[in-house]
C-alpha cells in the first residue's frame, strides 16, 4: 500500500512536458472492453489481469476510463492489477440510469469487485468518484484495503 502511495504521489509530481513524454512512453492500451451487468444497465471496465493487488481506478463525472491510461501501466509494473470503468452514463457504460449519485456508483464499484473475485481492492476515485471511494470503504470495509482520492469533491451528507 505505501509503493501504491509513492508512486501516486510521484506521478503528480511530474509537470506537463515531463507528464507528456511519460505518458506517451507508457501508454498501451488496455485489454477488450468487458461488462458488468447489473440491475439498472451494464458498466463498461477493463482489466489488465494479473494476479497482484487489485486497484479500481474511477474516473469523475465527464471523464472516462481512458483517463487513467498514463497511470495503469506504472500501477501494472508496480505489480498491481489495474481496473478502470466508466461510471454510470458516461463512455460504454449504459446511458439510462434512475441514480447517477456517488453511493450508485459505490455500489457499481462494489458489485465490480465482487464479480473480478478479489477479495479486496485499492479504490481511486478521481473527482466526483472520491466520493464514491469513501461511500464503498464505509459500507464494505472488508472490500476496500485502501483508497487514494485525486482531485476529490466529496459533498456533506449521511453515509449510511
Known amino acids: 500500500m505505501n509503493a501504491l502511495f509513492q508512486l501516486l504521489i510521484g506521478t503528480s509530481m511530474v509537470n506537463g512536458a515531463q507528464s507528456a513524454a511519460l505518458a506517451a512512453e507508457v501508454f498501451t492500451p ?20 494479473g494476479s497482484g493487488p487489485l486497484v ?6 465527464c ?17 498491481y492489477r489495474v481496473v478502470t470503468m466508466d461510471v454510470r452514463g458516461h463512455g460504454e457504460t449504459s ?8 453511493h450508485a456508483i459505490g455500489r457499481d464499484a462494489l458489485a465490480l469487485i465482487e464479480h473480478l473475485g478479489d477479495s479486496q481492492a485499492v479504490i481511486l476515485g478521481n473527482s466526483f468518484a472520491a466520493g ?4 464503498a470503504a464505509h459500507e464494505a470495509p472488508a472490500r476496500v484495503r485502501g483508497i487514494a482520492l485525486l482531485g ?4 456533506d451528507g449521511p453515509l449510511s
Open 30 to 49: 488496455p485489454s477488450s472492453t468487458r461488462f458488468l451487468a447489473v440491475c439498472e444497465g451494464q458498466i463498461a471496465y477493463d482489466d489488465t489481469g
Open 56 to 61: 479500481l481506478a474511477i474516473p469523475g463525472m
Open 63 to 79: 471523464d472516462l476510463r481512458s483517463e487513467f491510461r498514463a497511470l495503469r501501466p506504472l500501477l501494472q509494473q508496480a505489480g
Open 95 to 102: 446511458a439510462h440510469w434512475g441514480d447517477y449519485s456517488a
Open 132 to 135: 464514491s471511494a469513501l461511500w
Open 152 to 155: 476529490p469533491i466529496v459533498r
